[in-house]
């Protein structure tokens, strides 16, 4: 079996161990081998996106020295697998992205599996990520994954396709904005009355969820005001 | 109901200037403006996605129109050459404007020597862009707009707040009462039945039809190979501005140029779908110098650059020129329709906006870039497939950057560079938030985290990252 490192980003290294676990429990579940290389930081993409090319520029050549040496580089995250794929190759001449996979990539595209095994009896709607559903193209694949999830009960989200605000720094300097679009993400996403909500990026799930967790709070109400946010890998390692 | 009163000029509301941060908190702020745009865009948007689908062939008709601009951007000069001589021989006279100021003193030239001192006006952005209004005003002159919408936001003393629908921040109900207060001519007991609307309007405007001695018009392509310029509309206003008086002034941007007749094949099949989400529009006029017998006697063509050549000189941003200013970006993005046109405080508003106003008036507009998500709707539905973030992410690296942030982001890299240093932080950042670790998230935190914390929690790490999980499994 072919050995494929783990890119688990800044954001789950910083905030949610449970994304990245979830990865290395599905592949190895699946027979492969996972290499967790430690020198890894950040894709760059927050600096990029910012306008800060010289410091992207670096971040970017240093995760090709850290995983220039492997044919698959997974990652739980459509957004930082879009920069490596779309901005390396003009900021530092780099194809390195073509060997980054976001993880419904890996699976359906690589490994050829749609069903990993995976059970996971709970009501579940599907937020498709702007840079995972635009830029990288994902399509339906996680969603594919999801349906064949044993017991699972997927519930659509309306006006899925909508981005939800967070847009990194974007969240910051437009804050009045990008609240104005959260607000009605999370209306949307209540009204599914499903158990969770699941989405291929953990930095648009931090949005999403701190959004529901501050409507709880403002309603002051015990039961829950919205789905719980999961990462979708978290989903697919579940064999409850 | 609504607090802000029914009709008040909605660009007056807007702080003229303002960042386009503070610009939309206004906006925000405003139900009625809100409640207007999601429904308008809404069903646009519906209808453009429902047209789009039918034709098999959209990829390749998208990927053919960003060809033919692509090679239009290679040679613009050599084309509005060939349009100049192909024009002039066709009996029009051609003008060139090298910028605003110029296009609007030969303009109101023109109408002087055609001893006029008003003008009917076909829908147009390059006269929006050059503020042609404005001029003839401050001159003694009178622009009238004919395009339904353009005489609302002209009737209101307002401005427009979209490409295509201008007035797409008012409803019926505030338009009936623009045109009964404003219009001076308008039907007693006007209802806000929109065919009782359009009635009055078009009552109105037909008057001026029959007296207007000089139209002023736009232009949405200009054909280098035979030298014709064509209007695309709906209503039937332009042909009437472009066939009945005797003088035709066209004011016209350099990168509406294609090379051939047959091009237009491609645009006349993308262009309506995507703008008003038709098939095909009801009125295209295309006109080749001056003919005699019926039509305008005196054509004249003034080319406008007002910046472009040095928004062809950039080699990732040149791609805004290609925008033939459907608006179906402004359409689908996120962020205008929370915050309508104004906020955006340039004539191009949306997503083309914060691309092309920052590149025609270098200088000004540097917060616009930052006005997206980069969520990248505006791409997906592009006609002529403008890379919009590509050239936001583009503009903001060419932008200044405020100091604090700019020392911040240069912290996070010198981290960010170094692995032991990130680790470190991780730790830091992990004992650091211990107070909140039980809560298991921060609610409040200090500037400039609480322009998050303003209406989202924000997690604590956890006690037990994937490193320390990772480690102990032995790896």
């Known amino acids: 079996m072919p050995r494929v490192a783990l890119f688990i980003t800044c954001v789950n290294d910083a905030l949610f161990p449970a994304a990245p676990k979830a990865v290395v429990q599905i592949l190895e579940r699946l027979g492969y081998d996972v290499d967790f290389p430690e020198a890894q930081t950040c894709c760059g ?39 490596a794929r779309d901005q390396y190759p003009h900021l530092i001449g780099s194809d390195i992205g073509d060997h980054v996979y976001e993880l419904s990539e890996f699976l359906i595209d690589v490994a050829g599996v749609e069903d990993v095994g995976a059970r996971f009896p709970h009501t579940v709607t599907y937020h498709p990520t702007c840079h995972g559903t635009r830029a990288l193209g994902l399509g339906d694949k996680p969603m594919r994954l ?26 910051l300097k437009n804050s009045e904005v990008s609240s104005a679009m959260l607000a009605d993400k999370c209306r949307n996403a209540a009204a599914t009355g499903a158990e969770y909500l699941a989405a291929a990026d953990n930095s648009c799930l931090t949005h999403i969820g701190g959004g529901i967790s501050r409507l709880q709070h403002t309603a002051g109400a015990a039961e829950r005001r919205g789905p719980r946010p999961i990462h979708y890998a978290e989903i697919l390692a579940s064999t409850a | ?3 802000e009163p029914s009709f008040v000029p909605a660009a007056s509301l807007i702080p003229a200037d303002a960042p386009f941060p503070k610009a939309a908190k206004v906006a925000l702020g405003m139900p009625q403006l809100r409640k207007n745009l999601a429904h308008a865009t ?32 290679h040679r613009l000069p050599e084309l509005a050459v060939e349009f100049e001589r192909n024009a002039t021989a066709a009996g029009a006279h051609v003008h060139w404007a090298r910028d605003a100021k110029e296009a609007n003193e030969i303009a109101a030239r023109l109408v002087r020597e055609a001893g006029a001192d008003d003008v ?53 109900t505030q338009i009936r009462e623009i045109f009964d207060q404003k219009m001076g001519d308008a039907p007693a007991g006007l209802t806000d039945e929109p065919a009782a609307l359009a009635e009055a309007a078009r009552l109105h405007l037909r008057r001026r039809f029959l007296s207007a001695k000089v139209a002023v018009s736009g232009a949405n392509f200009a054909v280098a190979e035979t030298g014709s310029l064509v209007v695309v509309e709906s ?52 006109w080749t110098g001056s003919r005699g017998g019926d039509g305008p006697k005196d054509v004249h063509v003034i080319l406008l650059d007002n910046g472009r050549t040095n928004v062809l000189a950039d080699e990732v941003g040149r791609q805004a020129l290609s925008c033939i ?41 540097d917060d616009l870039p930052y006005a997206s998500s980069l969520c990248g709707a505006c791409y997906e539905v592009c006609p002529v497939k403008i890379n919009i973030p590509e050239v936001l992410v583009h503009l903001r690296q060419q932008g200044p950057h405020q100091a604090g942030e700019q020392a911040a982001m240069r912290a996070a890299t010198a981290v960010m560079a170094r692995p032991r240093l990130w680790r470190a932080a991780l730790r830091g950042a992990r004992l650091g938030s211990m107070p909140w ?39």
């Open chain 2, 42 to 73: 809404g069903t646009i948007r519906a209808k453009r996605a429902a047209v789009a689908g039918e034709l098999d062939d959209w990829e390749a008709l998208r990927d053919a129109a960003a060809a033919i601009k692509a090679d239009v951007q």
């Open chain 2, 437 to 475: 670790r039980r809560k298991g998230f921060m609610r409040r935190l200090p500037w400039p985290g609480s322009r998050w914390t303003v209406s989202r929690d924000l997690p604590v790490p956890p006690k037990e990252d994937f490193r320390d999980w990772w480690k102990e499994r032995g790896r």
């Open chain 2, 1 to 3: 109901m609504s607090a």
């Open chain 2, 120 to 172: 009917v006006k076909v829908k147009s952005m390059a006269t929006q862009e050059i503020e042609l209004n404005e001029h003839f005003e401050a001159v003694g002159l009178k622009a009238y707009e004919t395009d339904l919408a353009e005489l609302i936001v002209q009737l209101a003393e307002d401005k427009p707040s979209h490409i295509l629908v201008p007035a797409i921040h008012y409803n019926r």
């Open chain 1, 146 to 171: 999801l349906r064949a999830v044993e017991d699972i009960e997927l519930v659509d989200l309306p006006a899925a396709d909508q981005c939800c605000g967070f847009g990194g720094t974007f969240a």
């Open chain 2, 325 to 365: 200013r459907c608006s179906a970006c402004l359409n689908v993005c996120p962020v205008y329709e929370r915050t309508g046109g104004h906020a955006y405080g340039h004539v191009y508003p949306g997503p083309i906006g914060a691309i092309l106003a920052p590149q025609l008036e270098p200088g000004r507009h």
């Open chain 2, 235 to 286: 209503e039937g206003n332009g042909r009437m501005c472009l066939t009945m008086p005797e003088t035709l002034i066209s004011i016209v941007g350099i990168e509406k140029l294609l090379p051939r007749f047959t091009d237009l094949e491609v645009f006349m099949q993308l262009l309506p779908r995507s703008s008003t989400g038709e098939r095909m529009n009801p009125y295209t006029s295309v």
């Open chain 1, 45 to 83: 993409q927050m600096h990029a996106n910012s306008g800060y090319k010289q410091d992207a520029a670096t971040l970017a050549s240093a995760f090709e020295t850290v995983f220039g040496d492997y044919d698959a580089i997974v990652t739980p995250s459509g957004s930082c697998a879009a920069m």
